[in-house]
């Protein structure tokens, strides 16, 4: 009897370290990617500026002649209020130019604050294309021209907008919002925001209050990239082509299909400028012209190896579901720092890639006719036993710590009865199980915000 009570007790023992290893693991990765958000303002030679942690995203400022340059305007207007008043503790002279790398809200929400100095700056913006779609912000604008606006519920998910402290640890390359001064607000400004300069085309050389820049067409997570190079102080920023994380080739919010292999050819154009400086937009510098330039290149050997793997899978006919295991990061690439799947990851990249060349339809004809979701759960029950028999089943999965099987009964359950109170309650449960060993936490906040809206759905 001792014997078994000893036994009970190590296996319990084992139990509880393996569980919490697990979730520790995790979310340790997740803590230690926070040093990348504690706020600093480099400063690289006489005149470059770059504000780390201040915001979703980094922002430059860079001394010229008599005035100010900005590179991006970070997200919320409240939040760059503070970044601002840091700057004039700097310099007071008049921002004359700002220069927004790419058409996502976070590099340029907040640039109100800026212009409300009524200094009148030039603002440089990219013309990219995306189908009829011709300028900045092309892919939100073709969401808004379809009418679409379902994205956004997704988006606050992602970025954990609901989340409580105790589960919302960051947003993979970006802090976690600070509630009383909220990284998403929008009131000012970002609607109605047009860059007042485009440039199109390869290259362009532009030289802003005595200081020089090349923007360069750059698209990757959008088609209106660019990356910016300041030729005589060797600093390249680079916008989101490279941050300190697995790229999001997809993401999860939903967007129209990035372009894959225009990511990796960009970094391989930036890897060419032999930059001694790379001040990404998330994330912390890379200094040294090795560093940058070893950093660059498996950066794009991993997008491209995950492309051209893909690529080759699918000439073989495989489905997406078969292409996520075919398609392994190597060890050599996977294990580098910036190349951990806190924001973006491997196998939702593969599945995009596959959609956007083939479209939704995988290949094999029995997902042509697929049956309906009610149907094929009553054919589920039906082999379970009963339904009595599945809901044991997903019961027992969330038990046995089996708990995407378990999600998965669930939503047969719930395609049976969507008001199954208790079913709700589980299925909320193994996603916020699952989201614990998530180091991606896009898909970590994801899960957590869905589970806090079923339970909100059923009065928890
Ligand atoms: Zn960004």
Known sequence: MK????????????????????????????????????????????????????????????????????????????????????????????????????????????????????????????????????????EENAGKSAGLTYQNNRGARQAGVILPDSIHINNGIAPRPNKQNTMFNRKKGQAEFEPTHFFSGERRQINIDGINFDLVAASGETYDNMYVWM??????????????????????????????????????????????????????????????????????????????KTIEGMNKGMTPDQLVEYVKLPEHLATFPYLVEYYGRVDWAVRSIFEGYLGWFDGNPVNLNKLLPTDEAEKMAIMAGGLDKLRANALKAFKDEDFQWAAQLSDYLLALNNDDKEIINLKADALMEIAKTMVTATGRNYMNSYAIQLKEKVGE
């Not at 036994?7 to 990765?29: D, G, H, K």
């Not at 790229?247 to 391989?268: A, F, M």
Request: glycine letters at 8%.
């Open 3 to 138: 014997t078994k009570i000893i036994t009970f007790l190590l296996a319990l023992i084992v139990f509880t370290t393996t569980a919490n290893a697990q979730e520790t693991e995790a979310t340790r990765l997740l803590q230690e990617q926070n040093k990348e958000f504690v706020p600093k303002i480099f400063k690289f030679g006489e005149n470059v500026h770059f504000a780390v942690g201040y915001d979703v995203s980094n922002i430059a400022m860079i001394e010229g002649e008599t005035g100010i340059i900005l590179i991006d305007a970070g997200m919320s207007p409240v939040r760059m209020e503070t970044l601002r008043l840091k700057f004039r503790e700097i310099t007071d002279k008049p921002i004359k130019g700002i220069i927004i790398t790419h058409g996502h809200g976070d590099h340029f929400g907040g640039i109100q604050a800026f212009l409300d100095e009524g200094s009148n700056p030039q603002v440089w913006g990219r013309s990219g294309a995306l189908g009829n779609n011709v300028g900045f912000n092309i």
């Open 231 to 308: 030729p005589d102080q060797k600093i390249l920023f680079c916008g989101d082509t490279y941050y300190k994380s697995f790229p999001n080739l997809y993401t999860i919010r939903g967007s129209q299909y990035r372009d894959v292999k225009s990511w990796y050819e960009s970094l391989d154009k930036m890897q060419n400028e032999n930059a001694e400086y790379l001040l990404p937009g998330h994330t912390r510098p890379v200094i040294g012209k090795d560093k940058v330039k070893e950093t660059l290149s498996n950066y794009s050997d991993a997008i491209k190896f995950v492309f051209d």
